[in-house]
């Protein structure tokens, strides 16, 4: 059995939660949610404002652009845009992007995205975006030759995509799910050579704690492991030890609020930091966290992600 995959940044409010939080993909992008939540009554106007700014800062445009394709009829409105401005490759990456929503939502047919995806490649060669779009469908539903092209497609054009990083990780971990503690597993050696390759202030000096948790969430769903991270050895052996320090110790050197998904990198630290039993760096991780809670990787393999991401913050800030 194939082990499932991490669950996506949706925006959904926990029901029966006193304290109201939720998780929103928007992270700390007050104004990307602003104009999600505008997006999703039809106004399409200040999507367009928005990536227009936004140009080739390819990172930041991926994030805005897949958060803005899981607003609500994303897709519909989109095709309104595209049809008043048929030339425009905003309206038609954001179109592509939200078409592969549907087509994971169960809603929309994979041909259609495909199609949609090979459009907006076509307006804009040099954009990632597209590229991500087809990505994020090969990860749930494309092999793995397939999802290996894609992320080269992304890197051809920004090497250092944070999004793109990710999501091969997470597929890359799912290899092998009942090979136990493998330390030389090519999740591992990926992660590796991604934060030497990429610049000193790179984010992806974090990529190898991503992979260690995700591998972790692979064992766990496949009984390798216990499903209660606080129970597994997997945090506190010596490859956890090495990875966190060397990623904590970035941290404290490059981390900056500027980079659009960061907080995604804050959570998957603070979450091997706390389950190493490290509580003082942890409470400085929640600190900076704030409010802006990824599911991932709080839910891994199976868990109520708000529980867990409450009971580590309490237990940590308390221990602080």
Known sequence: MSP????????????????????DPALDDARLGAVRDQLAQGRWSEARTLLAETGDDWDRRGHRVVVLARASGAAAWTRDWLLAEPESADAATLLACA???????????????????????RR????????????????TLGTEEETSQLFDEV????????????????RLAERHPDAGQDPL???YDFASWAAEQAPADS???????????ERYRVLASAGQEPGNPAASAHWTGRRAR????????????????????GRVDLNFLAHAQFH?????????????????????????????????????????????
């Open 203 to 213: 984010p992806l000096a974090i990529l190898p704690v991503v992979a260690h948790a």
């Open 185 to 187: 597993h090519e999740v």
């Open 276 to 320: 190493d039993g490290r509580f003082a760096e942890a409470a400085a991780l929640f600190q900076r966290i704030g409010p802006h809670i990824t599911p991932a990787p709080w839910s891994y393999p199976d868990r109520d992600p708000h529980k867990a991401f409450l009971a580590a913050r309490n237990a940590a800030l308390g221990s602080a």
């Open 124 to 139: 804009a060669p040099a954009d990632p975006t597209p590229w991500l779009g087809l990505l994020l469908l090969a990860r």
């Open 242 to 261: 090495q990875v966190l320090k060397t990623a904590f110790d970035w941290w404290l050197e490059w981390e900056s609020e500027e980079h659009p998904r």
């Open 99 to 121: 078409t592969v929503v549907g087509v994971l939502r169960g809603k929309e047919k994979e041909q259609r995205a495909r199609d949609a995806c090979r459009d907006a490649i």
């Open 155 to 170: 890197r051809t054009r920004h090497p250092d995509h944070h999004h793109a990083h990710h999501l091969m990780a997470a």
């Open 4 to 23: 499932p995959p991490p669950p996506p940044l949706g925006r959904s409010r926990r029901r029966g939660s006193r304290s109201g939080q939720f998780f």
